[in-house]
């Protein structure tokens, strides 16, 4: 049995804008081609291929064969991926990242993600993006190690070598589950929350390790991500600081209680846009960064040393 001989994307260009336009002569007014060159060139397509992809006895609009639904299919999967090749590389020609890496600090509000990379994803479709979530200081060691090109971080990311850009801030308040003590009770005592189990944040990266910011408790269980914090806080094992949009409806459904404590009050936990000094980010990089500031308000602009954060827990 003969093998089939290799199309041309020519030809599988005009099959797709056949079946696009309905028929040859559709075809060949999209393609500014006389009728007879779209005929001819899906005859030399059936005979390179082996296969009959219309049906043209039965009907008189073309209609395709099973072999020619087939055939339909893969000749648009490349006509995408050379669509796709040619937009990456007038991308690439006019500077823009092929992919970035970019590294978010989970107490970056979900709306502010999902504006951000909504519209990011409109402006670059093009572009590749890698997505990582980490806690505290280890989104500053991705940036550094050259893991990320750019980093939402917390504070405490003010260091040699990072280029700092203020996104803002979000609220931190003390929490716990309605059946918790301090919900049920002197939550409004000074000391109150030390004497129960305080759920906090762990730092996987040594930049901010043994740092400890409104951390009351002597009792204290310490967990890698927010959504195991959220858990634990939810089923009534311990109190801790969460990011009030987080638990926005947690509070406002009563499955989570904001507690009024004197010595653990709410905070605002400060955001900044990070990349190295050294490595200036592409017009994709840029666009995120500015978008992320633009959220902030008009007030948002470069970090200094003097920005400490208010809460961390």
Not at 11 to 29: C, D, M, N, P, Y
Not at 83 to 97: M, N, V
Not at 108 to 114: Q, S
Not at 184 to 204: F, S
């Amino acid at each position: 049995m003969p093998e089939p001989g290799t199309p041309t994307f020519d030809q599988l260009r005009v099959l797709v804008t056949v079946v696009e336009a309905g028929s040859f002569a559709g075809a060949a007014r999209k393609l500014n081609r006389a009728t007879s060159v779209i005929s001819y060139t899906i005859a030399n397509l059936e005979a390179q291929l082996g296969v009959r992809l219309f049906d043209r006895e039965t009907t008189r609009k073309p209609q395709l064969t099973d072999a020619g639904r087939m055939v339909l299919a893969e000749a648009r999967l490349v006509a995408n991926g050379v669509d796709s090749l040619r937009a990456k590389t007038r991308g690439l020609l006019q500077g823009i990242e092929s992919e970035l890496h970019i590294v978010l600090d989970t107490f970056l509000p979900e709306h502010r993600v999902i504006d951000a990379l909504t519209g990011f994803f409109e402006a670059f479709p093009t572009v590749a993006l890698h997505l990582a979530v980490e806690t505290l200081g280890m989104v500053t060691q991705l940036v550094l190690d050259r893991r990320a090109m750019i980093g939402v971080s917390g504070p405490y990311c003010m260091m040699d070598g990072i280029e700092i850009v203020s996104i803002g801030s979000v609220r931190l308040i003390p929490a716990a589950a309605p059946v918790h003590p301090l919900a049920l009770a002197d939550a409004n005592m000074p000391g109150a929350g030390r004497g129960h189990i305080q759920l906090v944040l762990t730092d996987r990266s040594q930049l901010t390790a043994g740092r400890e910011v409104a951390v009351l408790s002597s009792k204290t269980w310490r967990l890698a991500d927010l959504a195991s914090k959220h858990m634990l806080m939810k089923a009534g094992i311990g109190w801790g600081y969460m990011p009030e949009p987080f638990i926005r409806d947690d509070i406002d459904d009563g499955r989570l209680i904001a507690l009024n404590m004197p010595d653990a009050p709410p905070g605002d936990y400060s955001l900044h846009a990070i990349h190295r000094t050294d490595t200036p980010p592409g017009p994709a990089a840029v666009w995120l960064i500015e978008r992320l500031r633009a959220q902030a308000g008009p007030g948002a602009a470069k970090a200094s040393a003097n920005d400490a954060p208010t809460i961390m827990g």
